[in-house]
């Protein structure tokens, strides 16, 4: 939990909703350009852990990002992926979710499935969020309580209702695993890898797809701007025991993710909840 003792006071803050709004929205295009410029080229990676790869345009947007939101606003914090977490943030009101590149695999591969996050965070609730796929050109963008946008169009979650014919993000092969879900998955759901999570996730807020499952933790950057985009195209987004996420906390981390249209929930979490309860007993 946060250790602030008072929800942030608006009316004493210098900057308000809209001034901030502005502010992501312009970074974010900017950090995606700077991608651009790295992006299909020479661009040297390596791996900060196995398997978990870094590149020199993730340390190129994470600077930039850092650099220009925190000099535009003193007093708030700040939480990325490619910098040093630093327990400060904890005391703060609003805080920067950021992660530079989500899905640098992808990038790294000449792909489109990647992009920007950005998120302000208030009193562990994203209030602004922007997500760019600049390969996709696609711009994502929600303010709490005023929609979402996808390229400054207004976008709504698909609706869908039924399990069956439901278009899911992630790996098709994880999802027709017996030891995985004793609650099997239908045959016919198509399923689709991504490997940005924060994409899988606005795809949804556009109505591209319908649901998205997994059960691998992900941290605050992940999903900050994505769960805010989504709730405001009117989805859902939660753990896989069904709370909502709560953000910057001292472990900055989600054990699992699920995320779908109100109408998907029920018949989603049929086949969850016995996976999860399953994982438990087997590490009993």
């Not at 208030?122 to 711009?139: E, M, R, S």
């Not at 869908?160 to 879900?181: C, N």
């Not at 556009?206 to 405001?232: H, M, S």
Request: hydrophobic share 40%; charged share 25%; net charge negative.
């Amino acid at each position: 939990m946060s250790t602030s003792s008072e929800p942030f006071d608006e009316e004493t803050c210098p900057w308000d909703r809209a001034d901030d709004a502005k502010l992501v929205r312009s970074v974010t295009e900017e950090a995606g350009r700077i991608a651009l410029s790295y992006f299909a080229r020479d661009c040297h990676a390596w791996d900060k852990s196995p398997n978990n790869p870094v590149s020199e345009a993730d340390m190129a947007v994470d600077e930039f990002l850092r650099t220009t939101l925190m000099q535009n606003r003193t007093g708030y914090g700040w939480l990325s992926e490619e910098t040093e977490d630093h327990p400060e943030r904890l005391r703060c009101g609003r805080l920067w979710v950021v992660d530079p590149i989500d899905g640098t695999r992808s990038f790294l591969e000449n792909g489109e499935d990647w992009g920007i996050s950005v998120a302000l965070v208030q009193d562990q609730k994203p209030i602004l969020a922007a997500f760019y796929a600049p390969v996709k050109d696609a711009f994502y963008f929600a303010e709490q309580g005023r929609g979402a946008t996808k390229n400054g169009l207004n976008i709504n979650v698909s609706g869908q209702s039924d399990l069956t014919v439901a278009r899911m993000m992630g790996d098709p092969g994880a999802f027709k695993s017996e030891k995985i879900w004793p609650e099997p998955w239908p045959k016919t759901m198509h399923t689709e890898q991504a490997n940005s999570i924060a994409l899988r996730i606005c795809q949804i807020a556009d109505g591209q797809f319908d649901c998205c499952v997994t059960l691998r933790p992900k941290n605050d950057w992940d999903v900050a701007a994505a769960d805010l985009i989504l709730a405001e195209a009117g989805g859902q987004l939660t753990t896989g025991t069904g709370r909502s996420l709560l953000f910057n906390r001292k472990r900055p981390l989600h054990d699992h993710i699920v995320a779908s249209t109100p109408e998907l929930r029920s018949a989603i979490m049929d086949r969850v909840e016995p996976a999860l309860a399953a994982w438990r007993h087997v590490a009993a």
